[in-house]
């Protein structure tokens, strides 16, 4: 699973403007009203950001989140050369994490 | 099985319980102190209720929740699309601690909780699924005490299939 997570930022007066995008199918569980089959769900349950090793926000997801999830956030203290991660966890136990140098 | 070979079996799952276990403690220390962010982890019973307001008793307990001015939640009034809608949260609140989105229509009224640190400004972008027109709520902890504002969004085309 790799490169499926994208990272922008830019510094606008020591906040970093932070946009992701993650490609995840993020799928409901379905039942089939006719035969009672259970299509379960694919969603992710924990996307975790950190602004050089400090975590600053942590997203509990559920199934109500669009498919490849868009995020957006402003930290604050942030200068050029800090380290940004985001990584992301998913109910069937895939992950993936990247960095990105403001 | 002898009850000795059964008895090497469960110690060698323990060994390796403990191992995982060491290996998670010192994988959290080498990753930094979470601060203000909640231990509890995910809020699994909140997920599971079918209606806003339980969940949002089930996620912030029984801390009143106040409606707030201070919370905007800007998003467009008709949403055509509803497996994706853009929505944005502004707060000029000091101190927030957790944003949670809410639908109450949605078969899982809790959209998503995000624990914020103190170095986060008040503000949050994200797209998400409507099932049907529906009130979208917004709560905010900060400083200790729940905040909420709710707007309503018509959806022409529910996203309960994505």
């Given at each position: 699973m790799a490169e499926t997570i994208k990272i922008r930022a830019r510094i606008n007066q020591g906040v970093a403007e932070v946009r992701t995008l993650i490609r995840h199918p993020m799928t409901v569980t379905r039942v089939n009203?006719?035969?009672?089959e259970v299509t379960p769900g694919h969603f992710i349950r924990e996307v975790v950001c950190s602004h050089n090793d400090k975590q600053v926000m942590r997203c509990h997801w559920g199934q109500g989140v669009s498919r490849n999830p868009y995020l957006s956030f402003h930290v604050e203290n942030a200068a050029e050369g800090d380290r940004l991660t985001i990584s992301w966890t998913d109910n069937q136990g895939a992950s993936d994490s990247q960095s990105i140098t403001l | 099985m002898s009850a000795s070979s059964g008895y090497r079996y469960f110690s060698r799952r323990q060994i390796i319980g403990r191992g995982l276990a060491m290996a998670a403690v010192l994988l959290s220390g080498s990753l930094g102190v979470v601060t203000?962010?909640?231990?509890?982890?995910?809020?699994d019973a909140a997920f599971a209720q079918k209606h806003m307001s339980a969940a949002v008793s089930d996620l912030f307990g029984d801390l009143p929740v106040e409606k707030s001015e201070r919370i905007t939640i800007d998003?467009?009034?008709?949403?055509?699309?509803?497996?994706v809608v853009p929505i944005t949260i502004l707060t000029d609140l000091e101190g927030v601690e957790a944003v949670a989105i809410l639908a109450q229509?949605?078969?899982?009224?809790?959209?998503a909780l995000y624990e914020f640190d103190a170095?986060?400004?008040?503000y949050l972008a994200t797209r998400i699924k409507l099932a049907d027109s529906t009130d979208v709520m917004v709560c905010v902890k900060a400083g200790g005490k729940v905040y909420q504002t709710s707007r309503f969004v018509e959806v022409t085309v529910g996203g309960c299939s994505a």
């Open positions: 009203p006719d035969s009672g | 203000r962010l909640m231990a509890a982890g995910r809020p998003m467009h009034d008709l949403a055509e699309n509803g497996a229509e949605n078969p899982i009224p809790l959209v170095s986060l400004q008040g």
